[in-house]
């Protein structure tokens, strides 16, 4: 998606410093990715406490036979998700970017090239 934002050139001068962007548009969404990954931990962090992982061997062989009973009874289990097809890879986004064509450089409306 095409956007024009207006960032602090200080701060952008700071990220880009780092060496590790070669481009504003890489430091943008390696930021953009960091706020996503953020959301997830916040979620995680929630169940803090809430969750009960049992890995006796009691627990497995329950979970074995629960299993065994849904395969016998024709319901989904999880088995099926080890025979099912993966999904067609997606073709690389940089592949997709390179068939555009370049973009026309912004101009605001009244002003013209001189």
């Known amino acids: 998606m095409r956007t024009n934002i207006v960032i602090d050139d200080e701060l952008m001068a700071e990220v880009m410093a780092t060496g590790q962007f070669k481009t504003k548009r890489e430091a943008v969404e390696e930021g953009l990715r960091a706020l996503k990954r953020r959301h997830v931990y916040k979620g995680l962090l929630a169940l803090r ?18 299993q065994a009973r849904l395969q016998a009874a024709g319901l989904p289990h999880d088995a099926d998700a080890l025979k099912a097809d993966p ?3 997606a073709a690389p986004a940089k592949a997709a970017l390179a068939a555009e064509p370049d973009p026309k450089p912004y101009r605001p409306a ?5």
Do not use: M
């Open 49 to 66: 406490g809430k969750l009960h992982w049992d890995d006796s061997d009691a627990a497995w062989a329950t979970y074995r036979k629960e």
């Open 87 to 89: 999904l067609p890879a």
């Open 110 to 114: 009244g002003r013209q090239k001189r």
